[in-house]
C-alpha cells in the first residue's frame, strides 16, 4: 500500500506546487493534502484540524547516503515533498554525503539560495559570478564551517579528503528545484541539437556527442 | 583594533538592515559593507569587485557553545552580522546546544520559519497556533531527526535526556530577529505595568512583580 | 439556514486562505467564494459577474462590543471572514470596545502591522522590540490619537480612564490573525509542559499550574 | 523654525522612499530619519535607540478637516510623513470630512488597497472594475458601515444627506498615493494636447479647453 | 467545436487568475489548464508532462491590427490567454496598430509597468505623475525608440504622423490589465452618477450626459 | 566628458543596485541618479523634479547590432543602465540580431521571465526544465511568433536561416542579468578546477582545457 509520503511524493511530483510561499502571509501554515487528486484536485491545504506534529517531520538525516554512482555523492533532500508542512513556509533542508573525490557537480536551484554546513571531512566549494565578470568565488572547508551559495549562481561541492564528507544544508524555499547543468545540456529529452551545443562549446560536434552518449 | 566582523556587528545593531532580501531580484548578491559608517553611510552594498570567499563563509559551527547559564541552552548564530554576504539573500542559520535538561525557552521569529535536525540527543519540540484554537504540536525528536516551525508562531526544545544536545537550525531570513517571550513581557527596558501583566495572566502584581525581579 | 456570512465563517475556519494577497496582482479582486464545499472546494474566488457591492460591506462597526469578560474588553472584526471581498487585498479593520480598566492583553499579530485610532477615551498602549533590547515603547492616547504597532511585536492596549473607551484599527492583512501570549503559553490544548514553563519564566511549577487553572 | 515633522515632510515632498514596505522583513521597524539631507543622504533609517514613542504617533484625528473648497471634501492623511515610523510597515489611515454633496472625487491610490468606516452621515460610494467590463460596485453606506476599494481601482464617495459626513479610511501602504483622475488629466502640468482628451472623451476641443481652464 | 485557446479565453474571463505570478517561486512554471471547469475547477495547473511548446508560443504579431474604430488603434494582446505558459511568469506583450492620428486613449494598467518600443511611425506620448504634481512627462518618439509606462500611472500614445505606426510593449504581469479612463467614468455599467461627475469635472451636467450617451 | 549614460553604466557596474523592484511600492518611479558617487553615495533616486522624459526613453532599436564575432549574434539592452528611470519597475527589453546560423547560446536570466518576438528570420529556440526531467522544450519560430522562456531555465536561440534574423525581447527585470553557461563553467576568472569539470561532464581533463583555452 502506498504511505501518505508515497502518495504526497506522486502528488508533488505530477502535480506542481502552485501554493507560493507567501500564503503563509494569510495563515499559520498550509500542510499539503496528500489525497489531492492530482491535477483535478481541490485546495492543496490539510484541514488544519487534521494536522499533526508528523506533517513537520522528517526522520532519518543522521543515514548515509549512497554515493555508489559516477560523481560520489548523494543528495538526500527534507522539503515539501517529505514535510508536507513546509508547503508554503519558504525553506528546506539537504543532507549531502560525499565518498572519497566525490562532486556535487555545478548545479542552479532556480528557486533558493543555499547556506551549507560540514559536518565531515574537507570540501572544496564555490559559484561563478554572472556575466560578464564571471569570477569564481572559492573556498576550502573544514567541519564546523559554513558557506553561503547565492540563489541561481552556479555552485559546486568537492570532496577534496580521502575520506568521507558530509554537509548539512538549508535552502528558502520548500521545492528549491535543481538544475545539473551537465544533464539539463547534454542529457535532456530529447536532446538538444548537437550543432547548438557544438557552437556553444566552440568544440567538435563529435566531442557533443560523446557527451551526450554518456548522459 | 576592532575587527571586521565586530565593526560588521556594530553595524547591524545601530543600523537596522534596510535592504530587503528582494533586493537579491537585482544582483547577484549584495554584501554587507562593514564600513558603511552607520547611519549616515551610503549604500549598504560593498563594491562587488572586493567581495572575497570569506564574505560568505564563517568558522566554528562544530564548536560547542557555553551552556552555563539558567536555562541550560546557547544559540550561536551565523548571520548577516556573521557572514556578510547574506544580505539580501534570505537565508540563515544557527546551532544551539542544550545541557542536560537545557531549554530553548517559548519564543518566535518575527522574520522567519525555521527548520531544525538533531545532531545530537533527544530534544522535546513544539509550537502553538494561533487564536482561538492555540493547538500544541509536539515531537519528541531523536538524532537525525527534522522538525519545521511555521513563521511567528510560539515555540521552544527543552532536552529531556541525561546528556548534551546539539541542532543545527536554518531560519529563511538573514535576520530573523528572536523575541524571547518571558523577557519580552518580563524584562523589557523599561517593564510593562505589572496592572497590565497581572490583568493578562490573572496573577497577582505580587506574581508578576516576582517574575519582574528575576530578569 | 447558514447565511453566507456563516458559511463563510466555517469555510475560513477548517479551510486556511490558501490564495496569498499578491493574487490582486492577477486581477482586479477575488472575492471569497461561501459555496466552496471546505477543503475538497476548487478555486477559492468567486464568478466575478456574481460579485456584488455586498461582497465589499459589513454593518455595525458603530455597535458597542460586549466587554463583560475579565479582560473588560472586546475585538468586532472586518476581515475575509465577514467581508469576503477582502480576499488578497491585504487589509481589514477592527473595533475594538475596552471597559474602564479594560485590558486588550499583550499579543502578536503573525501575519500584519496595525495603525490605531481612538474613537473615546483614554488608552495607554505599548509594544516591546526584539531581542537583545526588548525596549518598551509607550505612549498614552487621547481622543482622535493614531498609534502604529509593527508587524509580530508584542503590544497591548489598557484603558487608564473611568469610562469607556473604543479604537478603530485596520491592519494589513485580510487574515491578520492573533496570538494572545497568556493563552497561548498557558492555555494551549494540549498544555505545554509545566516544567518547560517554569524554567522558562523562572518561577516553581506550582505557579505555573495555577496559571494555567486560570486559562 | 522648522520642526522635524516639517522637515520630513519635506523629505518624504522631495525625496521618494526608496526603502519597500518589504524591509520590514529585515527589522522591526525602520522608522525614518527627518534629519536625512534630501536626496544626498544616507540610510533613510534612524537610529533605533533614538527612536521613541512619538515617531509611531499621531495626534488630531478627530479634529474637523476644512471642506470650504469646490469639492466640499478634505482628507487628513496619517502615513510615512506624518508617522515616521509607518516607514516600511506598508499601512497608513486617513481621515475623510465631507460637507453635505461634498465629494472625494474619482481617484486611484496607485499603491494600496482601501477599507473605510463611516463614523457620521450617509455616504454613496463606488468603485468601477477593469475592462472589458467596467462594471460599477456602488452602494449607500450609514454610520458604522464598512468598504472596501480594490487596490488601483477608480473609486469615489459622495455625501448624499444634508450633513457633514466622516469617515475613517486605512491604506495597506505607507505612502499609498493619490491619482485624482479629472486633475491628473485636466489639470496636468503641463497640460495634455486637447487633440488627445478630446478624441479619447470623444468630445468638442472646446469642451476639454473649458474643462482644462478650471484646473 | 471551442478550440482550447477559446475554453482558456473562457476561463480567463471567468475564473479570476487566483494564482500570483510569486508561484513560479514554487515550480519551473505552472501552465494555466484549459479543461479547468470554471469556478469549480481544481488547480489551474495542467500536469507538466502534458505541457508542451505550444503552450509558451504565440502567433501572429506580424499582423496589422484592425484600427477602424472611432480611436483608430487596435491592441493584440499575448497575455495569460493567448500563451498559457505564462501563468505565473509575471510577463506578457502586445502589439498595438495606429492609424494615423489614431490615438491609445489615456488608460492606466493596474497591475504592471510598460516597456514599447516603436517599429513604425511616430507616437506622441506621455505618462502623468500623481498628486499633488500631476506632471505630464512627454517625448515624441521615432522608429527604433523605447519609452517606459510606471506601473498604475495614466498614460497614452498617440500618432501624430500621417502613416500607421505599430509599436510592441510588454508589461511585467501575465494579466496586466487595463483601465480605460474615459469608459470607466463615462462608459461603465450601470452609470456613476452624473452628480459625481458633474461636480469632478467642474462642468454641466449636460456635458456629463453628454459625454455618457457617446459610450 | 562622460555622458549621464556612461557615469551610469560605471554606477551600475561598480553599485550593485540595492533598491528593488518592490520599491516602486512607495513612490511612482524612482529613477536611478547618475551622480551617485558609486559605492559611498546617498540615495538611489534622484530628485523627482529633476525627472524627465528622457530618463524614461532610449534610442536607437531599429539599428542593427554586430554579429561578428564566433557565436554570430548580438544582444542590444535596454536596462536600467541605458534609462535609469527603469530602476524599481521590474522591466527591461532587448534586441538580439542573429547573423545566418547565429547562435544566442544556453544561458539563464537570474532575476527574469523572458518574452520574445521574431521580427525577422526563422528561430530555432528552445529551453531545458529541471531535473530529474530535463525535458527540452522546443519550437521553430517564424516573423510574428512570440515565445516564453521561464525563470531560471536554461534556453538558447538558433537561426536556422540562411538570412538575419532579429528578435525583440522582454525580461520582467529591470536588471534581468545573464549567466552564459559556457562562459561560467569553461571560462571563469579564476577557471574551476579541470577535475571538477572533468567529472561533471565525464570527460577526460584534457577536453575541458581544451575548451577552457578558447573562453
Known amino acids: 500500500m502506498a504511505t501518505p509520503i508515497l502518495i504526497l511524493g ?15 502571509t494569510l495563515q499559520d ?3 499539503a493534502n496528500p489525497n489531492s487528486q492530482g491535477l483535478m484536485s481541490g485546495l492543496a491545504c490539510k484541514d488544519p484540524m487534521m494536522v499533526g506534529a508528523n506533517d513537520f517531520f522528517f526522520s532519518g538525516l543522521h543515514l548515509q547516503g549512497n554515493t555508489s554512482n559516477p560523481l560520489g555523492s548523494k543528495v538526500t533532500p527534507v522539503n515539501v515533498a517529505q514535510a508536507p508542512g513546509l508547503l508554503t513556509l519558504g525553506i528546506s533542508a539537504v543532507r549531502i554525503d560525499y565518498a572519497p573525490w566525490g562532486l556535487n557537480p555545478p548545479h542552479t536551484h532556480p528557486r533558493a539560495s543555499e547556506i551549507l554546513t560540514v559536518i565531515e571531512g574537507t570540501l572544496y566549494v564555490g559559484f561563478v559570478t554572472s556575466n560578464p565578470e564571471n569570477r569564481l568565488i572559492t573556498k576550502t572547508l573544514q567541519k564546523g564551517d559554513v558557506f553561503v551559495f547565492p ?13 568521507n564528507a558530509i554537509a548539512i544544508a538549508a535552502l528558502n524555499s520548500e521545492n528549491p528545484g535543481v538544475i545539473t547543468i551537465a544533464n539539463a545540456l547534454f542529457g535532456s529529452n530529447l536532446p538538444i ?23
Not at 193 to 215: C, G, P, W, Y
Open 10 to 24: 506522486l502528488f508533488a511530483l505530477i502535480c506542481p506546487l502552485a501554493f507560493p510561499s507567501y500564503a503563509s
Open 29 to 31: 501554515f498550509c500542510v
Open 151 to 163: 540563489v541561481n549562481l552556479i555552485h559546486f561541492q568537492y570532496n577534496v579528503g580521502p575520506t
Open 193 to 215: 541539437s548537437s550543432d547548438v551545443l557544438a557552437k556553444a562549446f566552440q568544440v567538435d560536434k563529435m566531442v557533443v556527442e560523446d557527451i551526450q552518449n554518456k548522459f
